[in-house]
C-alpha cells in the first residue's frame, strides 16, 4: 500500500499516537507567532497548502492572521484526517505525500516537521512536488544540520534525519531565493517550538 516503511509508520499506531500527543492550545499560539513573522516577509497570499499538516494546528494559526485564506491539506493519517474534515474551511487530501499529484498552484506551499520523517531517497520528489504546488513562496520549518545525519527517534531507527533541506531546494531549483530564515528554540519563555529553523523561499 506504501511506498515506503517511513509511510507506514505514520499512517499506523505510532501516527495515531502522535496525534493525541500533539494538541492544544498552547501550540496554536506558538504556531501563531512563527507564522506572523514568516508571513510578515510575504505579500498577497490568498492560498497555502500544507504538506503533512497532522490536525492543522499550523493552519489554524495561520487563519487567525489570514481569516479569508484559502486552505488545503495533505495528511496520511486517518485519524489525523478526521479532525481535519472536521474544520470546513480546509480541503483536506487524505492520502501520502507521494502520491499527491498536485491539482493547482497555491501562493504559499508549507512544510513544518515533516521532511525529517520522510525517506532521503523520496527527499527530491517531495522538493519537486512542494515547488510544482507552489505560485510563489515555499516554507520548510524541519530540524537543521549542515549534513545529512540520522538520530533515534522516540527509540526508532529510520524515522528521523536531519539535513540542509532548504539548501538542497535552492541548489535544485535556479529561481528560488532565500527571503529569511529563523530559529525557534524549545525553552523560548512565551512560544516555544521543537527546535525548529524555518527557511522562506520564493520563487524568481
Not at 491539506?73 to 499529484?101: C, G, H, Q
Request: with cysteine; proline share 4%.
Amino acid at each position: 500500500m506504501y511506498k515506503t516503511e517511513q509511510e507506514k509508520f505514520w499512517a499506523g499506531q505510532f501516527g495515531d499516537e502522535y496525534v493525541e500527543r500533539n494538541r492544544g492550545g498552547d501550540i496554536i499560539a506558538s504556531n501563531t507567532a512563527m507564522f506572523a513573522r514568516i508571513m510578515a516577509r510575504t505579500n498577497g497570499v490568498k492560498s497555502l497548502i500544507e504538506f503533512g499538516a497532522n490536525i492543522g494546528l499550523n493552519l489554524i494559526a495561520i487563519r487567525q492572521l489570514y481569516p479569508d485564506i484559502e486552505l488545503s491539506a495533505i495528511e496520511i493519517n486517518e485519524r489525523a484526517v478526521a479532525r481535519l474534515t472536521a474544520l470546513e474551511y480546509i480541503k483536506t487530501y487524505p492520502m501520502s505525500i507521494l502520491d499527491f499529484a498536485g491539482d493547482y498552484q497555491r501562493d504559499f506551499a508549507l512544510i513544518k516537521g515533516v521532511l525529517i520523517h520522510l525517506n532521503p531517497d523520496v527527499l527530491p520528489q517531495v522538493y519537486d512536488l512542494l515547488y510544482r504546488t507552489s505560485k510563489r513562496y515555499i516554507c520548510l520549518a524541519e530540524y537543521y544540520n549542515p549534513a545529512p545525519v540520522e538520530i533515534s527517534y522516540r527509540g526508532h531507527s529510520g524515522k528521523l534525519f536531519k539535513r540542509d533541506f532548504a539548501g538542497e531546494m535552492l541548489e535544485r531549483f535556479a529561481d528560488l531565493k532565500l527571503i529569511d530564515y529563523g530559529f525557534v528554540y524549545h525553552r523560548d519563555p512565551n512560544f516555544p517550538q521543537d527546535d525548529l529553523t524555518w527557511f522562506l523561499l520564493e520563487k524568481k
